[in-house]
């Protein structure tokens, strides 16, 4: 079967699933958007990086001069709910879906948005943000993982002196920007 089909049909599963469709607000599910070819993924808690606080974020990619077609973007939650609200099983669901989504992707690095997100794919749920971003960590299938803080934390901190929050994901950002130029080369 072709790639192509299978994002079709991972798309039609999430549009049919009840579990992705919780209210009328949810009447679009968001399975992601970017080059599906690219070695970058950026992997956040929910879908709010298409929505108000997407304007941050693409301000953060512009900043270290990334364009949309160097990554993929998307988010283990793929309706208008909040990944610490899920059940066990609804977790387990949508993890399945982000385990096909990266196979179909092969991505070389996955740039983990925040806290959450960080310690559902690091299989540590002791982890703290301010202690794993700027590390590299190895994933399955050779993959690697470089958490930055999550968009949503960095609007509500001001703070841009050397050391806070919004210096160090940029500081981040500018790294993983070297490690995509390394893997081109």
Avoid at 16 to 21: D, V
Avoid at 44 to 59: A, C, H, I, Q, T
């Amino acid at each position: 079967m072709k790639i192509n089909n299978l994002w079709e049909e991972l798309s039609f599963e999430i549009n049919t699933c009840k579990i992705f469709k919780k209210s009328e607000k949810d009447s679009k599910v968001l399975l992601g958007g970017g080059n599906r070819n690219s070695n970058l993924l950026f992997i956040g808690d929910d879908p709010n990086l298409f929505e108000d606080d997407g304007v941050f974020f693409k301000n953060l990619y512009e900043l270290v001069d990334l364009s949309p077609e160097e990554f993929y973007l998307t988010n283990i939650v793929k309706c208008n709910l909040k990944l610490k609200d899920l059940t066990q099983e609804e977790k387990k669901i949508y993890a399945d879906v982000l385990d096909m989504q990266i196979a179909l992707l092969n991505p070389k690095i996955i740039v983990t948005l925040g806290q959450e997100i960080s310690r559902f794919l690091l299989r540590d749920h002791t982890l703290k943000i301010s202690e794993i971003r700027g590390k590299t960590y190895d994933w399955d299938g050779g993959i690697k993982i470089n958490p930055i803080y999550d968009p949503n934390f960095l609007l509500r901190n001001s703070d841009k002196k050397k050391g806070s929050p919004k210096w160090l994901t940029w500081k981040d950002m500018e790294e993983i920007k070297k490690i995509m130029e390394d893997i081109h080369e």
